[in-house]
């Protein structure tokens, strides 16, 4: 498969703690990729740096290169990356309004007036992130009414709308149940057939899941990456064994 995001060499601080550590890393056009370590060892300053949200960090600073099909982020506009880069979040983000203005509020926000085409555009997002069936007779209720685990799905609609090609997850279950948390699995594993994805979790059991490689992050470096079920029944590397398996973390 062709690299869809290419890393090189990246070093991240806030002030004067480095986070990241001279990390290189690629992720393959429709893959998932799976991150997991201990808290504090880097994940989610990597994956944010993908999309450019550190730098909303008035103490933040980074080193190194990040490619995107080829093409250095840090030449190119901040709000179209993060337009073409979706993001979920751990807590759902519903915004206060219906769960329809959630879906469309992004490409409305981009120009798309045509209530036909916004509608169309709502229907096929839901149906992409495996809520439309739940939620077809509630468009027009207020998205806080949903479910934790339907919000996190409608985040997910929302981002879907803006038409990325990388969806970025940041421990996207923390606080679903475990019904919720299987549909946004089934949800992932679907979406990569059109999409890249970069999956943050602490959950090491999600990773084996539904991950197609997985990475392995300790206090800002990258141990290693493979295969997901090579890197959990042979690791290399002492440490990431200890993790999986529990003795740590």
């Keep these: 498969m062709v690299d869809k995001i290419t890393v090189h060499n ?6 004067k703690v480095q986070s990241v550590k001279n990390l290189s ?6 893959e998932i990729l799976g991150i997991i370590g201990p808290s504090n060892s880097g994940k989610t300053t990597f994956l944010r740096s993908l999309n ?6 008035p103490n933040y600073r980074q080193q190194g290169e990040i490619l995107i099909d080829g093409k250095n982020i840090a030449h190119g506009n ?3 990356l993060r337009k073409r880069m979706g993001m979920v979040f751990a807590l759902p983000l519903s915004l206060p309004m219906t769960v329809l203005e959630n879906v469309i509020y992004g490409p409305k926000r981009h ?9 169309e555009l709502a229907e096929r997002c839901l149906r992409a992130a495996s809520l439309w069936d739940e939620v077809k007779d509630r468009l027009k209720e207020s998205a806080l009414k949903l479910s934790g685990g339907q919000q996190q ?3 997910l609609a929302r981002t879907l709308a803006v038409e990325p090609d990388i969806i970025l997850f940041d421990e996207p279950c923390s606080g679903l149940d475990p019904i919720s948390t299987a549909k946004v ?19 090491v059991k999600q990773a084996s899941r539904v991950s197609d490689r997985t990475a392995f992050f300790l206090m800002g470096e990258l141990i290693e990456v493979a295969i997901t079920e090579k890197l959990f029944l042979s690791p290399e590397d002492k440490r990431t064994e200890a993790y999986i398996t529990g ?3």
């Design 247 to 249: 003795r740590f973390g």
């Design 185 to 203: 699995e089934e949800t992932m594993i679907e979406l990569k057939k059109k999409y890249t994805l970069v999956l943050v979790t602490n959950n």
């Design 25 to 30: 890393l690629a992720v393959k056009e429709n």
């Design 10 to 15: 990246l070093k991240c601080w806030f002030g």
């Design 52 to 57: 450019r949200l550190n730098e909303l960090n």
């Design 153 to 155: 799905r409608l985040c």
């Design 111 to 119: 120009g798309i007036k045509s209530k036909k085409e916004l509608e």
């Design 78 to 80: 901040p709000e179209m």
